[in-house]
């Protein structure tokens, strides 16, 4: 029965598993009814884990695993000299007005050098425990220690290989394209499952000197943690700014801890976002009240994944500057093109026609065909202007001069209207047209558009913007004009909008 009790006991790698069939192989063997085994907690004089055989709940949580101990010592939860002894007083399941049964056995479990837990044994109902059941249960316990000191390691092999995975699936993440923004949800949403949290926030840096929460992974609503600041001259912000871990016990109750959320969490990690030198923000891993705190093994694999995506959002937004800039690069390319190739070819051929157009004036039909020509070759130059002017403008910004906010509001209006207007301009409006001006005569341009946008029949629209022009008054100004070729309410000719501002 022994021999196999011991092969049964390393059967299993799983921790929670070997544990369990340890207290049942123990009461098997020695006969006894009830059984426990009590998981010391490394750092703190307590029992972390609880496994037990033969017991009700109601039995569990009155249980007293040190009934011969004196009152107020609980260092003797995790002496290392304890030997296996049998005891004639109460047995760990024996109430503290009950009568004592006959006889307990503990045993403590060691791996390698450290007392990993206590094994308990009651009740036995042939009689008083014997020295073979004592030598049975140091062989047991003997076995036991392996069995978990295997167990443990499979199980941080298992866990170093999820938060390995996890660091990779982030790099691998951010890497194909993303926004800051989601960049930042990833690693928090992969950091709080990784860890076990209860919630995974990344804190960024802020003008005032303080550090605010941005991004927040929760199960529930994180609209009470995105926002809260952490004010400038706290304990913990100074640790966090320098680039320093913090780990803390309880966070509803460590002084260091000064926002309005700490009282929803308990043990936390604060992990700094750091690379190269640049602190990229920190990443808050914190659990609820009353949860597990977390182990030096934990705290090491968040720190290295910590680590890890800080440098893959480094990489990720060094990757999303190049692609940008190759895309500037692209399109200065084709506008040097446009204005070095296809511009210059046209206004030669518009200046040939010209001077044919001169020596042709004596025929009429002559001259009027290519006055058209002429036209239409002006008009084209004008429209590839245009078209260099757009390729200049950053795609996901907002554009900078006012020739680019023309474009865009034509652009946007192209979606509703089925066509893109034709757009010119003439003169160094950008130069010359300010903010306030500018300003009126986009409002008069969305005015105008959304109107033609209203009549029936528009198919084109010109808008061409001039400065500077001379007012009516004398002074120097903006003339923009917008024309449809839809069928005006009175008179039926296609309808013309001019608008002025003083520049």
């Given at each position: 029965?022994?021999?196999?009790?011991?092969?049964?006991?390393?059967?299993?790698?799983?921790?929670?598993?070997?544990?369990?069939?340890?207290?049942?192989?123990?009461?098997?063997?020695?006969?006894?009814?009830?059984?426990?085994?009590?998981?010391?907690?490394?750092?703190?004089?307590?029992?972390?884990?609880?496994?037990?055989?033969?017991?009700?709940?109601?039995?569990?949580?009155?249980?007293?695993?040190?009934?011969?101990?004196?009152a107020?010592?609980?260092?003797?939860?995790?002496?290392?000299?304890?030997?296996?002894r049998?005891?004639?007083?109460?047995?760990?399941?024996?109430?503290?007005?009950?009568?004592p049964?006959?006889?307990?056995?503990?045993?403590?479990?060691?791996?390698?050098?450290?007392?990993?837990?206590?094994?308990?044994?009651?009740?036995?109902?042939?009689?008083?425990?014997?020295?073979?059941?004592?030598?049975?249960?140091?062989?047991?316990?003997?076995?036991?220690?392996?069995?978990?000191?295997?167990a443990?390691?499979?199980?941080?092999?298992?866990?170093?290989?999820?938060?390995?995975?996890?660091?990779?699936?982030?790099?691998?993440?951010?890497?194909?394209?993303?926004?800051?923004?989601?960049?930042?949800?990833?690693?928090?949403?992969?950091?709080?499952?990784l860890?076990?949290?209860?919630?995974?926030?990344?804190?960024?840096?802020?003008?005032e000197?303080?550090?605010?929460?941005?991004?927040?992974?929760?199960?529930?609503?994180?609209?009470?943690?995105?926002?809260?600041?952490?004010?400038?001259?706290?304990?913990?912000?100074?640790?966090?700014?320098?680039?320093?871990?913090?780990?803390?016990?309880?966070?509803?109750?460590?002084?260091?801890?000064?926002?309005?959320?700490?009282?929803?969490?308990?043990?936390?990690?604060?992990?700094?976002?750091?690379?190269?030198?640049?602190?990229?923000?920190?990443?808050?891993?914190?659990?609820?009240?009353?949860e597990?705190?977390?182990?030096?093994?934990?705290?090491l694999?968040?720190?290295?994944?910590?680590?890890?995506?800080?440098?893959?959002?480094?990489?990720a937004?060094?990757?999303?500057?190049?692609?940008?800039?190759?895309?500037?690069?692209?399109?200065?390319?084709?506008?040097?093109?446009l204005?070095?190739?296809?511009?210059?070819?046209?206004?030669?051929?518009?200046?040939?026609?010209?001077?044919?157009?001169?020596?042709?004036?004596?025929?009429?039909?002559?001259?009027?065909?290519?006055?058209r020509?002429?036209?239409?070759?002006?008009s084209?130059?004008?429209?590839?202007?245009?078209?260099?002017?757009?390729l200049?403008?950053?795609?996901?910004?907002?554009?900078?001069?006012?020739?680019?906010?023309?474009?865009?509001?034509?652009?946007?209006?192209?979606?509703?209207?089925?066509?893109?207007?034709?757009?010119?301009?003439?003169?160094?409006?950008?130069?010359?047209?300010?903010?306030?001006?500018?300003?009126?005569?986009?409002?008069?341009?969305?005015?105008?558009?959304?109107?033609?946008?209203?009549?029936?029949?528009?198919?084109?629209?010109?808008?061409?913007?001039?400065?500077?022009?001379?007012l009516?008054?004398?002074?120097?100004?903006?003339?923009?004009?917008?024309?449809?070729?839809?069928?005006?309410?009175?008179?039926?000719?296609?309808?013309?909008?001019?608008?002025?501002?003083?520049?």
């Amino acid at each position: 029965m022994l021999l196999e009790a011991v092969l049964n006991v390393g059967s299993d790698l799983e921790l929670g598993s070997t544990l369990q069939q340890i207290v049942d192989t123990a009461a098997a063997l020695t006969g006894a009814r009830h059984g426990a085994l009590g998981v010391l907690d490394p750092d703190r004089d307590r029992i972390e884990g609880l496994y037990t055989a033969g017991m009700t709940e109601a039995e569990r949580r009155h249980l007293d695993l040190f009934p011969d101990e004196p009152a107020g010592r609980p260092a003797t939860l995790t002496r290392p000299g304890r030997p296996p002894r049998r005891s004639p007083g109460r047995s760990p399941d024996s109430p503290s007005d009950g009568p004592p049964v006959r006889s307990f056995l503990r045993a403590p479990i060691r791996v390698q050098t450290e007392v990993f837990g206590h094994l308990y044994l009651a009740g036995k109902p042939s009689g008083p425990f014997t020295d073979t059941d004592l030598a049975l249960l140091r062989v047991l316990a003997a076995q036991a220690g392996i069995a978990i000191g295997n167990a443990r390691l499979y199980e941080t092999a298992r866990q170093r290989e999820r938060w390995i995975a996890g660091a990779a699936a982030v790099t691998t993440a951010l890497l194909t394209g993303t926004d800051a923004a989601d960049a930042l949800m990833t690693v928090a949403e992969r950091a709080r499952a990784l860890a076990g949290a209860s919630a995974g926030v990344i804190l960024q840096p802020i003008e005032e000197g303080g550090m605010e929460i941005v991004t927040a992974s929760t199960q529930d609503d994180p609209a009470g943690i995105v926002g809260t600041v952490i004010e400038p001259g706290s304990a913990v912000l100074v640790q966090l700014l320098g680039g320093e871990p913090v780990f803390i016990d309880d966070s509803a109750t460590d002084p260091r801890m000064t926002t309005a959320v700490r009282s929803r969490f308990g043990p936390s990690m604060m992990l700094p976002l750091q690379s190269g030198g640049r602190l990229i923000g920190t990443l808050a891993l914190p659990r609820r009240r009353g949860e597990r705190p977390y182990t030096d093994l934990d705290r090491l694999l968040a720190t290295q994944f910590a680590s890890q995506a800080a440098l893959a959002l480094v990489l990720a937004d060094a990757q999303a500057d190049r692609e940008q800039l190759a895309v500037y690069e692209d399109r200065d390319r084709i506008a040097r093109d446009l204005h070095d190739l296809v511009v210059q070819r046209l206004f030669a051929t518009e200046m040939m026609l010209e001077s044919t157009r001169r020596r042709a004036a004596s025929e009429a039909e002559a001259g009027e065909l290519l006055g058209r020509a002429v036209d239409e070759l002006d008009s084209t130059i004008q429209e590839v202007r245009t078209a260099i002017f757009a390729l200049q403008q950053p795609p996901a910004e907002a554009p900078s001069t006012f020739r680019g906010r023309v474009l865009r509001e034509t652009g946007g209006a192209a979606a509703l209207l089925g066509f893109p207007p034709s757009v010119h301009f003439t003169g160094a409006v950008d130069a010359l047209v300010g903010a306030e001006p500018g300003k009126e005569l986009l409002a008069a341009l969305r005015g105008a558009l959304a109107a033609a946008h209203r009549r029936p029949g528009v198919s084109a629209i010109e808008v061409e913007v001039e400065a500077p022009v001379r007012l009516p008054d004398g002074r120097s100004g903006v003339r923009l004009v917008v024309a449809d070729d839809g069928r005006g309410d009175d008179d039926g000719r296609p309808t013309t909008v001019t608008w002025q501002a003083p520049i």
